[in-house]
């Protein structure tokens, strides 16, 4: 187990342990429990995604919920594209020090480009938004610059944004985003749900896997959070007292 990463099913979520600390003495050769975190696919409870787009080929009444794909391009004079991503996490999990979140994203191209991430602010009113019935259309917090080229603006009083995503030239990686304005996000969601909006702005296209993807024959690959401070040593010193109660219940057999 020393260093391995768990696989999980789609629609749970798990405290993934990363340091070893041995527990011998209760019927294991280790456990690793020292250093554990949460992570939090985009499959557990209400966790969506979608593509948006409102442009020549894609219009903005389409719904993408269904897709193994979301494309994010926009202000593309070459293409004249308007493409972007809508996350949603369930947070409800998430009770503790947020401080150095992750957002992972499996990223399927092979061009060194940048996203935009920007969070939809605790309670608005488009939280609740639906994965099978959003379009860009209806999505919350931002509204169509015609053009051309046509692209996205944000509302910035309904959104925060939380910084940039660097893509590198692998065909495929799992790119990681972490910044102290989406530490304060998280840490300030009251109702257990964060949304999180990719967007580019500037030529060529940068494609993300979705949930979906999930459910095609190949497990992993989806949006996660990752919380690597939660839950708080207090709880991992019941998932040890846990362990140790469960071998002396088998220890009386």
């Known amino acids: 187990m020393n260093g391995e990463r768990f696989r999980f099913a789609p629609g749970s979520i798990r405290l993934v342990p990363l340091v070893v600390l041995s527990v011998s003495w209760i019927g294991f050769s280790s456990v690793d429990v020292a250093q554990a975190g949460l992570i939090v696919p985009n499959t557990f409870g209400q966790g969506a995604d979608a593509s948006l787009g409102n442009d020549s080929v894609v ?27 809508i996350v949603r996490f369930d947070v409800s999990q998430v009770n503790g020090d947020t401080t150095g979140a992750i957002l992972k994203l499996y990223e399927t191209g092979n061009n060194s480009r940048t996203v ?10 488009g939280e609740s938004w639906g994965e099978g019935t959003i379009t860009y ?3 919350p917090a931002i509204s169509l610059i015609v053009g051309p080229p046509p692209a996205t603006a944000f509302d910035a009083l309904r959104t925060t944004l939380l910084g940039t995503l660097n893509t590198t030239g692998s065909t495929t990686e799992y790119l990681s ?4 304005t989406l530490d304060t996000f998280l840490a300030a969601d009251t109702n257990g749900l964060a949304t999180f909006y990719l967007y580019r702005d500037g030529g060529g296209a940068v494609t993300f896997r979705t949930k979906e993807f999930n459910y095609t024959g190949t497990v992993g690959n989806v949006p996660t959070l990752e919380l690597p401070n ?4 207090s709880a991992l010193v019941l998932l040890i007292g846990g362990l140790a109660a469960g071998a002396a219940l088998r220890g009386r057999r």
């Open 230 to 233: 939660i839950p708080e040593p």
């Open 137 to 139: 259309d209806t999505a």
């Open 59 to 85: 219009l903005g009444t389409s719904n993408g919920g269904a897709g193994t794909a979301m494309e994010i391009r926009a202000n593309d004079a070459a293409t004249n594209r308007n493409r972007l991503g």
């Open 177 to 180: 985003f972490s910044s102290a």
């Open 116 to 125: 935009t991430i920007y969070g939809l602010n605790d309670g608005d009113a």
